[in-house]
């Protein structure tokens, strides 16, 4: 409450407080930036200069060159795959996840994060150990012919196995914010479980999906530790962009290797950023 | 909301969206994290004890591995550490200020997202080697080399893991009613007590969960580390490093150790973001209610 | 029309499909065309990318297939190792035996490799430093690599073939009197190496990473295969070579992997590129690439391209890798007992 004596020094301090408020903001502001501009951009800009050193001409030509564009194939292909799978089963695990009560389910949520923190190395080494000469699957994979370790199906685990809580994550608050009840009407109305999912709990399901398909495809693009435990480092078939770039530093070609990585960057940069802005137009 | 439908197990589901039933469901559910997860983890698991588990003790302790698993710690604190204050400076910079530039810092947030990490390591190794431009400026004037040190693991760290924080405090720090800090101001509250005492304990969670994820993040890390570190035995070797060399080199029972200790700690940490995501969640639903 | 049922299959047939369309079978052999897979450690790549090609053209000619090479380069143990957990390689060219004797002992390898030309060895090279240019610490010879202050570069041991050549070229050097100031048996050996390993500032996982590294103008010495110098100079680095009076000869097998050529059916073509690796051709090609050849028609040959070392010892003056690696880079290697009293750790129990 206001008392005549303070009516006066109530507005001198709160100016004082205002004004040292805005040069305390400022401070920060300049801080903030000075540390992003360090940490983040900088890095990123002796990148760019670095790769353009020679001109446009030459980024695009090692871009273009075959070993390079197998590369980019090989990792586009793991990461739809990769996508595909973990929409449809990461749906089913957001659904049971949400939909369903049985003992260990809370333990399972848990787990599910656990991809996010184990190390790329271990995971590498998690397949080695199974599909390895001497692993546990080994037999299984004498019986079917299919080669899991040093062969694709090997890279395409490993990065399954990486971008697991991705889409997960993303769809269970979706699920656990949407009111069943438009479930219930659709089932009075006739619709089959499956209709009613498609129509009705999908389309509310779009933007954590969206979101899990991005997150889960910038990872895929990155992979790197756990292909190269499990991948080996041969060329061709089995080199993701990940590893030419690696194995361009090794052959002293800075340019291949820097254009390749601006390039990832630049496909992943332009996912998490469209779809934040999608996300944010879709909300207004 | 839906906590209250949550409980009541009749308005759980109106009918599965797939013919197979219920069980069918979650049959498949459990059977694809069966085979992606819990399969590979006990893999591990069961490698790491072949030899019993004083043999896997004796490996963990060994003294390069004990070393590497101090220097995996130690840097990831370090990390969280300075990850927590500017990471919730720029998100309180962000939603409180307006300035120049605004939109684009927001996006450059989510960067270090798409970045894969072997190019965190390039990068930095392009702009702080001894021959590069900072890096040469430092070496002539400190003679100090800010890469292929603990330094630069905490550089590549605090790179990689910058998104965590900020994302987790925003969406906090923009529902925060204002009600109470105008109070206060008009009270005659200086910002720093306004800031300390009334807008900080509520994002106390949100931080807290944001330094979780880097801190998990972080210790398994490997592909910016291994470019940008030095990876010399009981000096600038990681854990994740650690494993690797021993991958390569017929020590498979260190490896499984090292790993053991690393997934072990990877669980609880997660468990605990999990569990703080929970506690945060329904404290948000109380209030609204 | 489709109906409900087929559409809910859909999916899941999608994602098999997929799966299964990802798995290729293995190389094999069909009418025109031949793949051959070869994992080599990573120095040598410039020479096989010169050598690949005058094989594939005299192949082609001689037998009308078209041979498809798949390469891998990476360090000689990660590479050993890779093949023995599945990678399907028909041939490998490592650094060391040790590498190659790991396959045999696995049964990947049963023929006797040692019986080809020059004991099976493909190519040699010696233990040597690259200094900045003009030798500015004026390094001449191993006893300035001890001087306080120095920054050396050498891989680990763990995944590098090239550094464990590197060690024991260090280590017999002193052993056998050639590093002054240190006593000529093990005692002043391991007070040389610690000396030494004082002064590492990067332990990269291959050769050639650390060479690169180098490259980017991190440490004054890197202690490396001559070879790696000389490739390096070939792509313009202006970094000079510096030949110690007494190092280690290098000798880098090369062998089919009999399981895989057996299993793709490339045992003869396998065979043939290794004969043509040893042939004399083969060999000048190596040398242009600065690697020594075991061929001594070819080393008089490139005679003043290669000077001689004063004192040239190879594995056997170590008892070879048999009793070499577990001694030295075994879990209480010599190597690592040093390394921990770097730090002062105590390696041992």
């Not at chain 2, 896997?56 to 840097?75: E, F, G, N, S």
């Not at chain 2, 590069?132 to 330094?151: H, M, N, R, T, Y």
């Not at chain 3, 001890?146 to 920054?151: E, I, K, R, T």
């Not at chain 3, 075994?330 to 690592?336: L, S």
Request: charged content about 15%; some cysteine; hydrophobic content about 50%.
């Amino acid at each position: 409450m206001r008392t005549p004596a303070s009516t006066k020094i109530v507005p001198v301090t709160k100016r004082l407080s205002e004004l040292r408020g805005k040069w305390a903001g400022w401070v920060l502001i300049t801080l903030v930036i000075a540390y992003v501009a360090l940490l983040i951009m900088a890095p990123l800009a002796a990148l760019t200069i670095n790769a353009f050193e020679k001109g446009a001409g030459a980024v695009f030509s090692s871009l273009g060159q075959p070993l390079a564009l197998q590369a980019f194939w090989n990792t586009i292909w793991i990461a739809l795959i990769v996508v595909l799978t973990h929409s449809i089963f990461g749906t089913i695990v957001a659904w049971v996840l949400v939909r369903h009560r049985f003992p260990g389910r809370d333990l399972i949520d848990g787990l599910v994060d656990m991809p996010f923190a184990v190390s790329a190395v271990v995971a590498g080494y998690m397949l080695l150990l199974l599909f390895g000469r001497n692993g546990l699957l080994a037999p299984l994979v004498e019986a079917t012919g299919i080669r899991v370790a040093f062969a694709f199906p090997g890279m395409i685990l490993a990065t399954l196995f990486v971008t697991l809580p991705f889409m997960i994550r993303e769809l269970i608050p979706v699920l656990e914010a949407f009111d069943i009840r438009q479930e219930k009407a659709a089932a009075t109305l006739g619709a089959s479980g499956w209709q009613t999912f498609w129509r009705v709990t999908f389309p509310a399901l779009r933007w954590g999906m969206i979101y899990g398909v991005t997150l889960t495809f910038a990872r895929a693009l990155g992979e790197f530790g756990a292909v190269l435990v499990i991948g080996g480092a041969a060329q061709g078939r089995m080199m993701t962009t990940t590893l030419f770039i690696y194995h361009a530093l090794e052959e002293r070609q800075y340019i291949g290797a820097y254009s390749a990585a601006l390039a990832l960057g630049l496909l992943s940069l332009i996912l998490v950023i469209g779809s934040d802005w999608l996300r944010r137009r879709g909300h207004q | 909301m839906n906590t209250l439908l949550a409980g009541n197990p009749e308005t759980k589901t109106t009918g599965t969206p797939l013919p197979w039933g219920r069980w069918g469901l979650r049959s498949v559910a459990i059977s694809y994290l069966l085979v992606m997860l819990v399969i590979p983890l006990l893999v591990i698991l069961q490698d790491g004890m072949r030899e019993g588990l004083a043999e896997l003790w004796r490996q963990v302790t060994l003294p390069i591995a004990w070393h590497a698993l101090k220097l995996t710690l130690w840097t990831s604190a370090v990390m969280v550490v300075i990850n927590t204050i500017m990471g919730t400076l720029t998100a309180f910079v962000l939603v409180r200020y307006e300035f120049p530039g605004k939109t684009v810092l927001n996006a450059i947030i989510d960067l270090p997202l798409a970045i894969p990490t072997l190019v965190t390591g390039v990068m930095l190794v392009v702009l702080f080697g001894p021959q590069e431009a900072v890096g040469a400026w430092l070496k002539d004037q400190f003679d100090f080399s800010i890469i292929f040190a603990p330094s630069g693991i905490i550089m590549a760290l605090l790179f990689i893991t910058f998104p965590f924080v900020v994302r987790s405090v925003q969406p906090v720090l923009l529902e925060l009613d204002r009600t109470q800090e105008n109070a206060a101001a008009t009270l005659g509250a200086g910002g720093w007590t306004i800031f300390w005492r009334i807008i900080l304990p509520p994002l106390a969670l949100p931080i807290l969960t944001g330094a979780l994820l880097s801190f998990a993040r972080a210790i398994g890390e490997f592909g910016s580390i291994v470019i940008v570190a030095g990876n010399i035995p009981l000096v600038s070797q990681t854990a994740a490093v650690y494993v690797f060399g021993e991958v390569e080199s017929e020590n498979r029972l260190g490896a499984s150790a090292v790993s053991i200790v690393m997934v072990g700690i990877a669980f609880i940490l997660m468990m605990a973001a999990n569990y703080l995501r929970k506690w945060s969640r329904s404290g948000s639903e109380k209030e609204v209610e | 029309m489709l109906t409900n049922l087929h559409k809910k299959l859909i999916l899941p047939f999608l994602v098999i499909a997929l799966l299964a369309a990802s798995c290729s079978s293995g190389a094999s052999s069909q009418g025109g065309e031949v793949k051959l897979v070869l994992a080599a450690y990573t120095t040598p790549r410039e020479a096989y990318r010169e050598l690949i090609p005058i094989f594939q053209e005299q192949w082609k000619e001689k037998t009308g297939q078209t041979v498809v090479f798949e390469e891998s380069y990476q360090a000689s143990g990660a590479q050993s190792r890779a093949v023995l957990e599945g990678f399907e390689a028909d041939i490998v060219a490592l650094s060391l035996e040790a590498d190659v004797i790991r396959l045999e002992n696995a049964g990947l390898i049963t023929h006797d490799w040692r019986s080809k030309p020059f004991g099976g060895m493909v190519s040699t090279s010696v233990v040597a430093f690259a200094v900045r240019q003009g030798n500015p610490k004026n390094i001449q010879d191993w006893a300035e690599l001890a001087q306080p202050d120095l920054q050396i570069l050498t891989p680990n041991p763990k995944t590098s073939g090239g550094a464990m050549w590197n060690i024991l070229g260090l280590y017999g050097a002193a052993q056998r009197g050639y590093v002054e100031g240190y006593s000529a048996d093990d005692a002043g050996a391991q007070e040389f190496l610690l000396a030494v390993l004082r002064n590492v500032t990067v332990m990269d996982k291959s050769a050639r990473d650390s060479i690169v590294n180098y490259e980017k103008g991190i440490g004054d010495v890197a202690i490396t295969y001559e070879n790696e110098v000389l490739v390096g100079q070939q792509a313009g680095q202006t970094y000079e070579l510096v030949l110690p009076t007494s190092t280690m000869q290098i000798d880098n097998p090369i062998a089919i992997v009999d399981t895989y050529v057996d299993k793709h059916g490339t045992r003869e073509v396998a065979d043939a590129f290794l004969d043509f690796l040893f042939s004399a051709e083969a060999q000048q090609v190596f040398a242009k690439y600065g690697l020594r050849s075991p061929d001594p028609a070819v080393a008089q040959a490139t005679a003043d391209q290669y000077p001689l070392i004063e004192d040239l010892f190879t594995i056997a003056h170590f008892s070879g890798w048999g009793e070499a690696t577990p001694r030295y880079f075994g879990e209480n290697g010599i190597f690592f007992q040093i390394l921990g009293q770097v730090q002062g750790i105590q390696i041992t129990e």
